[in-house]
């Protein structure tokens, strides 16, 4: 374990850094690196709770890990298993900017490599329109539906070079990378999960918490004067304010039982990636117990009516009905969690399941009762970019390389 003050790029660390498959988890403000596995966590996920925590990290630690920490994944359905473990060895760098240039956007990508599309947009309105009728009948008022990209590549994806241009174009949120591998299948074949996510779940340090949950989005135009248009109007749009204040009100009423006090602002701001505009509000707390960790904060949390819709169970079961693949570790979760209980947990979106030479991305979209289909089809599109630009700037780098 090694816990380092050195202040350097995100892109600089992790072009230096040997194996960033286990664990990578780039903040604003730090990149943690973590190789190894010390010790795997099972439990039930009810049973992660800060007693539990505590004790794995105390036990690692009386085992000769001196400053253990744990880190992981869960997927959206937080009843299936998790990804986590203490790791045999870890960095944490605090960091400056990320100064390079960023790569340039291709969006031909579709002329490369052999994508299908589960489901087809054509069915993806359908159950859109299926979305919003069940909402107009009652029992639920948001529902969040995704669609999935699978993409064959002439050859396997770098990780580490994915993970590159995906820091080069999110400096300010938070890129992911683990090794989410089954490794009682027989052929055990590697699979990462790899993303750049804008949206942090929960931070914890001390008493002091934070969450920043986005709803609401439009995608970005590369015309200056259309992009701040489309500011505008996201920043004015009923329908998007309403799906916006669905989820602060579920936030704060998760993280109201273990704080003295939870602060906000009753209006969102905006947030923008190289894709996309989102609705965004922080939400600050102040807990009552130091000691709750914050694994156990994000599991209060999650699902958010960010990714899974409102009322939960209902939203969840229409999932099931309309979707027609297993989001696995998308809208799941992903960080960590110190011997203090501080940490950082973000919500795994614009991400991909790289395995051998196929790819899978995901995106998805609030449905409210007033939601267009075509519309909710077009910001999928937009938030596909994310993955998709850094992928094709991959290609198009080797291409160039064996020109």
């Known amino acids: 374990m090694n816990k380092t003050d050195l ?57 000769g890990n001196e400053n253990p920490i744990i880190v992981g994944a869960f997927q959206f359905d937080k009843t299936k298993n998790a990804k986590l473990f203490i790791p045999s060895e870890y960095k944490i760098y605090n960091r400056l900017d990320n100064k390079l240039s960023k790569s340039t956007v291709f969006n031909n990508f579709m002329n490369d490599f052999h994508i299908e599309p589960i489901p087809t947009p054509a069915e993806y309105i359908e159950g859109v329109r299926k979305g919003i009728e069940k909402i107009k009948t009652g029992g639920l008022e948001k529902v969040v539906l995704s669609r999935s990209l699978k993409i064959d590549t002439p050859k396997k994806i770098d990780s580490k070079q994915l993970l590159l241009k995906l820091l080069e174009g999110n400096s300010d949120g938070y890129t992911y990378s683990m090794d989410i591998s089954d490794k009682n299948e027989v052929q055990n074949k590697e699979k990462i999960l790899i993303g750049s996510s804008p949206e942090l779940l929960i931070s914890k340090k001390g008493i002091n918490i934070i969450s920043t949950p986005l709803a609401g989005s439009r995608p970005r135009k590369k015309d200056k004067l259309e992009d701040e248009e489309m500011a505008r109007e996201l920043l004015t749009s009923p329908k998007d304010l309403k799906e916006h204040n669905f989820v602060v009100e579920a936030i704060v009423n998760a993280i109201r039982p273990f704080c003295s006090e939870v602060n906000y602002s009753k209006k969102p701001s905006l947030l923008n990636t190289e894709t996309m505009w989102h609705l965004s509000t922080e939400i600050q707390g102040k807990l009552l117990n130091p000691n709750v960790t914050s694994l156990e904060l994000a599991l209060a949390l999650h699902p958010t009516p960010a990714v899974c819709g409102t009322k939960t169970d209902n939203a969840k079961q229409l999932i099931k009905e309309i979707e027609q693949f297993d989001r696995n570790f998308f809208t799941g979760m992903i960080g960590w969690c110190d011997m203090n209980g501080d940490g950082e947990w973000v919500v795994t979106i614009r991400c991909a399941e790289l395995e051998e030479n196929v790819i899978k991305i995901y995106a998805g979209a609030g449905i409210v009762k007033d939601s267009i289909p075509e519309e909710e089809l077009a910001e999928t599109n937009a938030k596909f970019q994310t993955m998709l630009n850094a992928i094709q700037s991959i290609n198009k780098g080797a291409e160039n390389n064996n020109a």
């Open 7 to 63: 202040l350097r790029s995100n892109c600089e660390i992790l072009k230096e850094s040997k194996d960033c498959r286990y664990f990578f988890f780039d903040s604003p403000s730090q990149t943690i690196i973590a190789e190894g596995e010390f010790a795997k966590i099972k439990c039930s996920p009810d049973q992660y709770n800060t007693k539990i925590v505590k004790e794995y990290l105390k036990r690692a630690q009386e085992l």
